[in-house]
């Protein structure tokens, strides 16, 4: 059994503007939820081949992960290849609206042994999570 989830969310601004906030790194700590810290590689927004490492707590319990963009379309995607809390592909999809941008976050991927027995609980909790990162996300772009 697998996650697959893809919250949206509509941000009343362009996409432009939604993607340079949203793809940079430095703003994750203010939009990302569970994230205690979060270290590029190098500075500046996400592009292919970027890596991050976060520190962050999910279901009760706190790690650090990293990820590798796999994949950027400028003001448009982003792809992120995740390690942690089990291997996940999770995508920043932006699409332009007549009211701004329709935001999408798809995390993808299977829980390990450890995992497999809660993966309807994890999804849902993914899911919760994600759709909670673009309610704070939409907050900082239209405050």
Known sequence: MAVDVRPSLLVHRPPREVAAFMFDPANDLRWTGGITSSTPARPGPLVEGATVVRTAKFLGRRFTYGYTVTRHEPDRLVELKVDRPFPMTVRYELEEHADGTMVSIHATGSPGRYFRWATP????????SIAADLRRLRACLES
Not at 121 to 128: D, I, S
């Open 121 to 128: 609980v994890m999804a849902r909790q993914v899911r919760n």
